[in-house]
C-alpha cells in the first residue's frame, strides 16, 4: 500500500465514523472518487503525488465537518432558525426567576434567624444555582425541538409591523418633572409618617424608626435633593451620559446601602408599629417578613434604576459614535 493510498484510506475512513451505515459505502466511494479526481487535476498541473494528495485533504478540510455536511447533520448547539427564540425565552425567565428565588431565600434565612451575612450568601448562591438550572433547562429543551425538527413559537415572517416601539431616551421635560414629583412625595410621606402617622387609627404611631431623627432623615433628603439635581442635569444636557450615570449609581448606593443596614440592624422600622396596628401577631415574626420584602424592594429598585440609566447612556454613546 501506497503513502496516497494509506491518506486517503485514512481520510475516508475518519469522514466515514459519524455517517449512517445505509449511506456509510456510497457516500465513500463518492469521496474517493472525488478525491482521486483532484489528485490527478493537481498532478496534471505538476505537482508531485504526495503533494498533491496532501493539498487535496488539506482543502478538504475536517473530515467530520466534511461528513456533517453530506449527511445535514448540524455542528453547533442551537441554530439560527431557534436562536433568536432561545435567547428572548432565557432572558425573560432569567428576569422573572432569579428575583424570585433571591426574595423567597432571603425570607426564609431571615425567618430563621440567620445573621445578615448568612442571608445575603445564601441569597446569592441561590441566584446563581437558579441562573445555571434556567439556562442549562432552557438550553436543553431547544436542543431537543431542534434536532427533532419541532417548531418554536416563531410568529412567521418577519414583517415590518413587529418593529418595537422606539425607546424614550428618558432625558425629557416630563421626565425630569416625574423624577422631582416623586422625589417630593416621597419626602411627604417621610415627614407625615414622623409628625402625623401612616394609619389614621393609631395617630402619631410612625412606620420608620424614631431614632432616624434628625441625622438619618436629613441625609436621606440631603441624597434626594441632589438625586433632583441631577434629574434637572439629565434635562439639560439632554441625554444620559456615562458621567451621569455614574452619578446616579453612587446615589443609588448613597440610598441603598446605608437602608439596608439599617434594615439588618433592626434601627429602620418602628419596632411598635405592627404589634401595635395587627392585635395578637408575633411582632418578631411579622417585623422580619416586612424587613425582607422592603430589603428586597430597596435592592430591586437601585439595580434597576442604576441599570436603566446605565443602558440609557450606553445607547448615547453608541448613537454619538455612529
Known amino acids: 500500500m501506497t503513502t496516497t493510498e494509506t491518506l486517503t484510506d485514512r481520510y475516508v475512513d475518519a469522514a466515514m465514523r459519524t455517517v ?10 463518492e469521496l474517493r472518487g472525488s478525491i482521486d479526481d483532484q489528485i490527478e487535476a493537481r498532478i496534471a498541473e505538476g505537482a508531485a503525488p504526495d503533494d498533491a494528495e496532501r493539498a487535496v485533504l488539506t482543502d478538504l478540510g475536517d473530515p467530520d465537518v466534511l461528513a456533517a455536511g453530506y449527511t445535514g447533520r448540524q455542528l453547533h448547539l442551537i441554530g439560527p432558525r431557534y436562536y433568536l427564540d432561545w435567547w428572548r425565552l432565557l432572558k425573560l425567565l432569567l428576569w422573572i426567576v432569579l428575583p424570585c428565588a433571591a ?7 431571615i425567618l430563621s434567624g440567620a445573621t445578615v451575612g448568612e442571608t445575603i450568601g445564601s ?9 445555571l438550572h434556567v439556562a442549562f433547562w432552557t438550553t436543553l429543551v431547544f436542543v431537543v425541538l431542534e434536532r427533532t425538527g419541532h417548531e418554536t413559537m ?3 415572517p418577519w414583517t415590518p409591523d413587529r418593529l418595537p416601539e422606539p ?3 428618558g432625558a425629557g421635560l416630563g421626565d425630569m418633572i416625574a423624577s ?15 409628625f402625623i402617622g401612616l394609619v389614621p387609627t393609631e395617630p402619631g404611631l410612625p412606620f420608620l424608626a424614631e431614632g432616624l431623627w434628625p441625622w438619618w432623615i436629613l441625609a436621606l433628603f440631603v441624597v434626594m435633593a441632589l438625586e433632583a439635581v441631577l434629574a434637572i442635569a439629565v434635562y439639560g444636557v439632554g441625554r444620559w451620559t456615562w458621567p451621569l450615570a455614574v452619578a446616579n449609581g453612587i446615589l443609588n448606593l448613597l440610598i441603598a446601602v446605608p437602608a439596608l443596614w439599617l434594615l439588618g440592624t433592626g434601627r429602620l422600622i418602628n419596632p411598635e408599629f405592627f404589634p401595635t396596628i395587627i392585635e395578637g401577631s408575633d411582632g418578631p415574626v411579622v417585623q422580619n417578613i416586612i424587613a425582607a420584602i422592603v430589603g428586597f424592594v430597596i435592592v430591586a429598585v437601585a439595580i434597576w434604576d442604576t441599570t436603566d440609566a446605565a443602558l440609557k447612556a450606553a445607547r448615547t454613546a453608541r448613537a454619538t459614535r455612529a
Open 167 to 169: 425607546r424614550q431616551r
Open 180 to 194: 422631582i414629583a416623586f422625589l417630593l412625595i416621597m419626602a411627604g410621606v417621610v415627614l407625615w409618617d414622623h
Open 123 to 131: 441569597a446569592v448562591v441561590a441566584v446563581l444555582t437558579a441562573a
Open 103 to 109: 426574595f423567597g431565600v432571603a425570607l426564609g434565612q
Open 154 to 156: 416563531d410568529a412567521g
Open 20 to 29: 449512517p451505515d445505509d449511506q456509510r459505502s456510497d457516500l465513500a466511494a
